[in-house]
């Protein structure tokens, strides 16, 4: 079964850090950009972070730059998110997804091919 799980959400206080995981079964990262998304209650899923197949190019939404730090391991076959001085606007589930393509080419919903579950992500003080 081919499948992406996320890990490593949770309660965090504002000004703190949390490391997302995104770990597949099934199938190799190897060949895909992952992108990392968020979806906050009553908003559309936004894509928040990619990172090509071999971990060459990076991409970052503004709303992040600076606070989020992308990364893979492959041969875990896991690509982590690390988010640090978290605010309350960032308060969402955070889903990792497997690109079509080993390159990222923006947050299209429909440029990617496999989803996770989602993990959630809650700031509050």
């Known amino acids: 079964q081919l499948q992406l799980v996320e890990s490593g959400g949770g309660l965090v206080q504002p000004g703190g850090s949390l490391r997302l995981s995104c770990a597949a079964s099934g199938f190799t990262l190897d060949y895909y950009a992952i992108g990392w998304f968020r979806q906050a209650p009553g908003k559309e899923r936004e894509g928040v972070s990619c990172i090509s197949s071999r971990g060459v190019t990076t991409n970052y939404a503004d709303s992040v730059k600076g606070r989020f730090t992308i990364s893979r391991d492959n041969a875990k076959n896991t690509v982590y998110l690390q988010i640090n001085s978290l605010k309350p606007e960032d308060t969402a589930v955070y889903y990792c997804?497997?690109?079509?393509?080993?390159?990222?080419?923006?947050?299209?919903?429909?440029?990617?091919?496999?989803w996770g579950q989602g993990t959630q992500v809650t700031v509050s003080s």
């Open positions: 997804a497997a690109s079509r393509s080993a390159y990222c080419s923006g947050y299209a919903i429909q440029g990617y091919r496999y």
